[in-house]
T-cell receptor, first 115, second 115 residues
Framework: AQKVTQAQTEISVVEKEDVTLDCVYETRDTTYYLFWYKQPPSGELVFLIRRNSFDEQNEISGRYSWNFQKSTSSFNFTITASQVVDSAVYFCALSAEDRDDKIIFGKGTRLHILP | NAGVMQNPRHLVRRRGQEARLRCSPMKGHSHVYWYRQLPEEGLKFMVYLQKENIIDESGMPKERFSAEFPKEGPSILRIQQVVRGDSAAYFC?????????????FGPGTRLTVL
């Protein structure tokens, strides 16, 4: 069965601090995809990243970076120099082509950036 | 290229009424997924449709819920005889699904409130 666990329900940090959101996944598929989405207070889902299971290279996009480690089944997300606009709920998610690409979401981590 | 459109954005129904949620996929996308987000929860897969076909409805409640994606027009998620527990945000996503696990593009969601 597929499962995504985001152990941190809620995190608060002061602006400009770095923060890492943890994500651990379970799957028996050999080919799968991992995602992060942001859900700001307005409620829409904002796509941040998709990685496939064969690409373990870490990725950096501006203040965002992602650390994919297959050995520990983790796909952690770090925000550097956090800003108040980063306040949102962040979802880690998993899909597999052999399962019709249905996306399995974690329960989300609510991130508060305090000014 | 317009994104995925959902309407209405907000829908209020009294218990026992019917709710119809519409999703217009991105141009050229023939695959639609519906997800439900209960308050303070992550998104959960409901149903996957292609034009005129239901491919996977394993996440749909057994009663009162139905979905369609006709040859012409939007995909419709229909909830009959709504109850308070149906109050949630309903998101649809579309995909071209040409090869591999193409990224699903999410609509802004419909927020259903049952009084």
């Amino acid at each position: 069965a597929q499962k995504v666990t985001q152990a941190q329900t809620e995190i608060s940090v002061v602006e400009k601090e770095d923060v890492t959101l943890d994500c651990v996944y379970e799957t028996r598929d050999t080919t799968y995809y991992l995602f992060w989405y942001k859900q700001p207070p307005s409620g829409e889902l904002v796509f941040l990243i998709r990685r496939n299971s064969f690409d373990e290279q870490n990725e950096i996009s501006g203040r965002y970076s992602w650390n994919f480690q297959k050995s520990t089944s983790s796909f952690n997300f770090t925000i550097t120099a956090s800003q108040v606009v980063d306040s949102a709920v962040y979802f880690c998610a998993l899909s597999a082509e052999d399962r019709d690409d249905k996306i399995i979401f974690g329960k989300g981590t609510r991130l508060h950036i305090l000014p | 290229n317009a994104g995925v459109m959902q309407n209405p954005r907000h829908l209020v129904r009294r218990r026992g009424q019917e709710a119809r949620l519409r999703c217009s996929p991105m141009k050229g996308h023939s695959h639609v997924y519906w997800y439900r987000q209960l308050p303070e929860e992550g998104l959960k897969f409901m149903v996957y449709l292609q034009k005129e076909n239901i491919i996977d409805e394993s996440g749909m409640p057994k009663e009162r819920f139905s979905a369609e994606f006709p040859k012409e027009g939007p995909s419709i998620l229909r909830i009959q005889q709504v109850v308070r527990g149906d109050s949630a945000a309903y998101f649809c996503a579309s995909s071209p699904r040409v090869s591999g696990a193409d990224t699903q593009y999410f609509g802004p969601g419909t927020r259903l409130t049952v009084l």
